[in-house]
Nanobody, 124 residues
Framework: QVQLVESGGGLVQAGGSLTLSCAAS????????VAWFRQAPGKEREFVAA????????EYADSVKGRFTISRNNAKKTVYLQLNSVKPEDTATYYC?????????????????WGQGTQVTVSS
């Protein structure tokens, strides 16, 4: 079993940058698919970015492609989400998720393990 803890959220001005971290505890993390999702007030949780361990495939939502980057450090059991050129519409609670045997890494229903979330607020 894996436990996930996000950190790094905060207040940032539009056009700025922020790095979110997701630290994992427990074994078997290194062969997990990992992903970031976000939920804005009054909206449903949506996919942001994901990284499959096997093959290293990365996927991004169209809304963040070219601005956000997902990466992982298996030695540190940590997943990162680098947010660049942020916009007010990026304001949300960001969640990391992980699991093995994920068929579609963009689908939140595929993940059993979730963090508690970290708030990102972008001011205009």
């Amino acid at each position: 079993q894996v436990q996930l803890v996000e950190s790094g959220g905060g207040l940032v001005q539009a056009g700025g940058s922020l790095t979110l971290s997701c630290a994992a505890s427990g074994h078997m993390f290194n062969n997990y698919a990992v992903a970031w999702f976000r939920q804005a007030p009054g909206k449903e949780r949506e996919f942001v970015a994901a990284n499959r361990w096997i093959g290293g495939t990365k996927e991004y939502a169209d809304s963040v492609k070219g601005r956000f980057t997902i990466s992982r450090n298996n030695a540190k059991k940590t997943v990162y989400l680098q947010l660049n050129s942020v916009k007010p519409e990026d304001t949300a609670t960001y969640y990391c998720a992980g699991d093995t045997f994920v068929a579609d890494i963009t689908k939140q229903d595929e993940y059993d393990y979730w963090g508690q979330g970290t708030q990102v607020t972008v001011s205009s």
